[in-house]
Structure formats: C-alpha cells, structure tokens
C-alpha cells in the first residue's frame, strides 16, 4: 500500500525555491499535483476499488491543479455555479460532478440541469421543486440525489455538519414528502440515490464506519419503502488530516480493513450497479501544498521576537488560524533558504494591520535572516480562495504546480488593479 504522506520540501531544493522566487516574486503557492493523485490512487486501491473518488473543489479549486487530477479523480464535488464553470474548463464529464450547497439560486440549478450534471445535490423541497419546473422548462431531465440530513450525529467529527438541526440537507425524519414529490415526477426527475455529508476533520475510523453503515441503511430503507434505486451512494467523506505539526491523519488502511467488505457485501446483495462515493478536500490537498513567503523584517518586543514577512492572513487566512478552527495550531514551518541555522523561537508576522496575522506562534525555527524563503506546509487546502485576498490591496500570490515532476504556472499574482 503507499504511503500516506507526501511531502513536497523534499521534493524541492533550497536552490529551486530560490529560483521559483526569483522568477515569479513571493509569496507563492506551489501546489503538488503529482502527490494528489498519488492520495486519489491510495484511497482507490485501499478500498478496492469498491469506491469512486470526487475532488472537493472547494479544498483548492485552482484550475491547472483541477486538470492535473483529472485522469485520476473520478469526479468533482462542486458546491456553486462558478465551480461548475471552472469544471467545464478543466475538462471534466458533468455526469461525474456532485453539486451540493444549500441556497442553489435558480440559475444555478438551470445551469446544472442544462449542462448534465450528474448529482444536483438536493438540500430543500424549495430545490426540488424548482427542479421539476425547470426540467420542464428546459426539457432536459434533472438528475438528482437527495442530500440527507441523517438522525445519527457521529461526534468524532470536528466540524458535524449533520444529526442536528442544520441548514444543509433535508431531514431524515421528513424524507416522505420528498420520496412521493420524485415518484410523481419521474418524467422531470433522474432519481440518481442519496448523500450525506456527516461533517470534517474525522479521525476516528469507527466513526466513519457508523456514518457509513447508517448512510447503506437508509438507502435501503429507501429502495423497500419506495422502489426508488440509489444507483450513486454519495458517502461523503470528511477525512481528518492535521495541519499542525503533529503528522496525524486518519488511518486508511485500518479504515479500508472494516468498510471493505461492508462495501463488498453491500455491492453483492444488490441488483444493481451502484457508484459509492467519497467527496474528499483536505484529506487529498491539504499536505500536497506550501506558501513561500519572504522574510522582510524582524524586530525584539518585551522578549520575544518577531520576523515579518511578505506573506500574511490575506493569502491564507487558515494558517494564521482564522478559517474553520476551533483551536489554533502552528501548521509546520520551515526555514528554505537556511535550514541548517541554529533554532530560535520566534514569532511569525504577516504585513496587515490586524494582530491577528501571524503566521506563526512562538515556533522553533532556523534563525532566519532578511530576505529568507519561509515556507508553510500543509497549505494545499483551503488557502488561497479561502482567504480575504483583497484586504489592503496587495497582490494576490501566484499559484504554482508541480505535475509529471515539471512545475507549471498555475494563476498569475494579480492587484487590486485587476479587480476594478
Ligand atoms: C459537501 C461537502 N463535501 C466535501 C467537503 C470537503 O471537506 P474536507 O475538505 O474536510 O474533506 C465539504 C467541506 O465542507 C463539504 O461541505
């Protein structure tokens, strides 16, 4: 089985970041195309194949990064009418996308009905409705699954995004409704199956078992109840991986052990061919990345000491601990230019006018000097779209790829200029 990590500064030499800096400025982003399909072949083959996997784009939805993977992903977990346009550039099928999200608006539902996607993720009656209209409207059938807000809540997840009353989904308990309005419909509606997306940051496989053993029987509770088949089982997926310094992520292997022949016993007793699904960010992206931004300035204040840096909470607004975090952590940090330096604890600043960017909190790092390259790893996920980007209008940082082992610009650095 591969390994579960990859880790990008060693594939990289102090010299090549030198030059990646000299020719595209810092920060930057590199992102490791090349490890993420590396994590799409190990859940594959871990599970077997008994499983397809889709990139959630909203991890990194960086486009050459997108049609980096697409050889490998089966498909894409898109939540917005942009990630589903930015999908069509990448090149992907529309069957293979699953479009979540609470507050589709209209046009975002008559452009994934118009264009085929495969999952429009349905999260209200309101959707449903609006579904069948447009179907009509268009004459192009909806094809949909049902997102499912399920009873059970599984607490080992950090961020639960289900098994209580929450925005997303449509509640267990009030399916009914919902079941008789697509049995009425079948002329407008392509009932694909059913997804449940129980919540992030899991690293507890038992956990991800019971998600997973609750989502197969409510399918077929479903399939007895109504004769609707679940032809696509979207399992959601939410596996954890750390940002911190500690390597702690879920164990797949002792994961793949328990749900494979669950899996297989689910498969044989059916009739039909399903497609089970894990929609997977962090798990795919988060370690593939590293923010590379250059030492400025430094300064002692009462007795600690402080390197500012280029790089700061604009572009990644999760390392300065500000994203979906309930307690913040130092996400690993690494001297580039110096790495044999003796340690010095230190702090991290960003350049914004807000205390709350730093970067780094008393960490242990190669003493830096001015104009040093720092890098942040584990900055592959939820970093650049997920960060106030504008805020004090500097340059948005370029965004890089290492693919086939070549490194590839991925988005130039833009101004504010640019947004006028
Ligand atoms: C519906 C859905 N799918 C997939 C994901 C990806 O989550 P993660 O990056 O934790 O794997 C999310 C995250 O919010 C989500 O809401």
């Given at each position: 089985?591969?390994?579960?990590?990859?880790?990008?500064?060693?594939?990289?030499?102090?010299?090549?970041?030198?030059?990646?800096?000299?020719?595209?400025?810092?920060?930057?982003?590199?992102?490791?195309?090349?490890?993420?399909?590396?994590?799409?072949?190990?859940?594959?083959?871990?599970f077997?194949?008994?499983?397809?996997?889709?990139y959630?784009?909203?991890?990194?939805?960086?486009l050459?990064?997108?049609?980096?993977?697409?050889?490998?992903?089966?498909?894409?977990d898109?939540?917005?009418?942009?990630?589903?346009?930015?999908?069509?550039?990448?090149?992907?099928?529309?069957?293979?996308?699953?479009?979540?999200?609470p507050?589709?608006?209209?046009?975002?539902?008559?452009?994934?009905?118009?264009?085929?996607?495969?999952?429009?993720?349905?999260e209200?009656?309101?959707?449903?409705?609006?579904?069948?209209?447009?179907?009509?409207?268009?004459?192009?059938?909806?094809?949909?699954?049902?997102?499912?807000?399920?009873?059970?809540?599984?607490?080992?997840f950090?961020?639960?995004?289900?098994?209580?009353?929450?925005?997303?989904?449509?509640?267990?308990?009030?399916?009914?409704?919902?079941l008789?309005?697509?049995q009425?419909n079948?002329?407008?509606?392509?009932?694909?199956?059913i997804?449940?997306?129980?919540?992030?940051?899991?690293?507890?496989?038992?956990?991800?078992?019971?998600?997973?053993?609750n989502?197969?029987r409510?399918?077929?509770?479903?399939?007895?109840?109504?004769?609707?088949?679940?032809?696509?089982?979207?399992?959601?997926?939410?596996?954890?991986?750390?940002?911190?310094?500690?390597?702690?992520?879920?164990?797949?292997e002792?994961?793949?052990?328990?749900?494979?022949?669950?899996?297989?016993?689910?498969?044989?007793?059916?009739?039909?061919?399903?497609?089970?699904i894990?929609?997977?960010?962090?798990?795919?992206?988060?370690?593939?990345?590293?923010?590379?931004t250059?030492?400025?300035?430094s300064k002692?204040?009462?007795?600690?000491?402080?390197?500012?840096?280029?790089?700061?909470?604009?572009?990644?607004?999760?390392?300065?601990?500000?994203?979906?975090?309930?307690?913040?952590?130092?996400?690993?940090?690494h001297n580039?230019?110096?790495?044999?330096?003796?340690?010095?604890?230190?702090?991290?600043a960003?350049?914004?006018?807000n205390?709350?960017?730093?970067?780094?909190?008393?960490?242990?790092?190669?003493?830096?000097?001015?104009?040093d390259?720092?890098?942040?790893?584990?900055?592959?996920?939820?970093?650049?779209?997920?960060?106030?980007?504008?805020?004090?209008?500097?340059?948005?940082?370029?965004?890089?790829?290492?693919?086939?082992?070549?490194?590839?610009?991925?988005?130039?650095?833009?101004?504010?200029?640019?947004?006028?």
């Amino acid at each position: 089985m591969a390994s579960q990590t990859t880790c990008i500064e060693h594939k990289i030499s102090s010299k090549q970041f030198a030059k990646l800096a000299e020719n595209h400025g810092t920060p930057f982003f590199l992102y490791d195309a090349d490890a993420i399909n590396g994590r799409i072949r190990l859940i594959l083959d871990s599970f077997e194949h008994l499983v397809k996997v889709f990139y959630a784009v909203k991890a990194n939805p960086n486009l050459e990064l997108l049609r980096s993977v697409r050889d490998t992903a089966d498909g894409l977990d898109i939540s917005s009418g942009g990630e589903l346009e930015q999908s069509v550039l990448a090149g992907f099928n529309m069957a293979n996308l699953s479009f979540a999200g609470p507050a589709k608006k209209t046009e975002e539902l008559v452009l994934a009905i118009e264009r085929g996607v495969g999952c429009i993720s349905i999260e209200s009656i309101r959707e449903l409705i609006e579904a069948v209209e447009i179907a009509k409207q268009v004459g192009v059938k909806a094809s949909i699954t049902i997102r499912i807000n399920p009873l059970l809540m599984v607490r080992s997840f950090g961020m639960k995004m289900g098994g209580k009353p929450i925005q997303f989904g449509i509640d267990e308990e009030s399916l009914s409704p919902v079941l008789k309005i697509i049995q009425e419909n079948t002329k407008y509606l392509d009932f694909q199956g059913i997804h449940i997306y129980a919540g992030s940051q899991c690293f507890d496989v038992s956990g991800i078992v019971a998600g997973v053993e609750n989502i197969l029987r409510i399918a077929d509770e479903i399939e007895a109840g109504t004769g609707l088949i679940c032809k696509k089982i979207n399992l959601g997926g939410g596996f954890g991986v750390s940002h911190g310094d500690q390597n702690h992520e879920l164990d797949i292997e002792a994961l793949a052990k328990k749900l494979v022949p669950i899996l297989r016993e689910f498969h044989s007793a059916s009739a039909v061919e399903r497609e089970i699904i894990f929609e997977l960010g962090r798990f795919l992206t988060a370690d593939a990345g590293i923010y590379v931004t250059r030492v400025i300035s430094s300064k002692e204040s009462r007795g600690k000491t402080f390197f500012m840096v280029d790089g700061g909470l604009h572009h990644h607004l999760a390392a300065a601990g500000l994203f979906g975090t309930a307690l913040r952590s130092n996400y690993p940090t690494h001297n580039l230019s110096r790495p044999e330096a003796p340690l010095i604890c230190c702090s991290m600043a960003g350049p914004s006018c807000n205390p709350t960017d730093l970067l780094g909190i008393d960490i242990k790092l190669p003493r830096p000097e001015h104009g040093d390259l720092i890098g942040i790893l584990k900055s592959g996920s939820y970093g650049f779209t997920a960060s106030p980007l504008l805020f004090l209008g500097r340059q948005t940082p370029t965004e890089l790829i290492l693919h086939d082992g070549k490194i590839v610009l991925g988005r130039r650095s833009r101004t504010i200029i640019d947004f006028n």
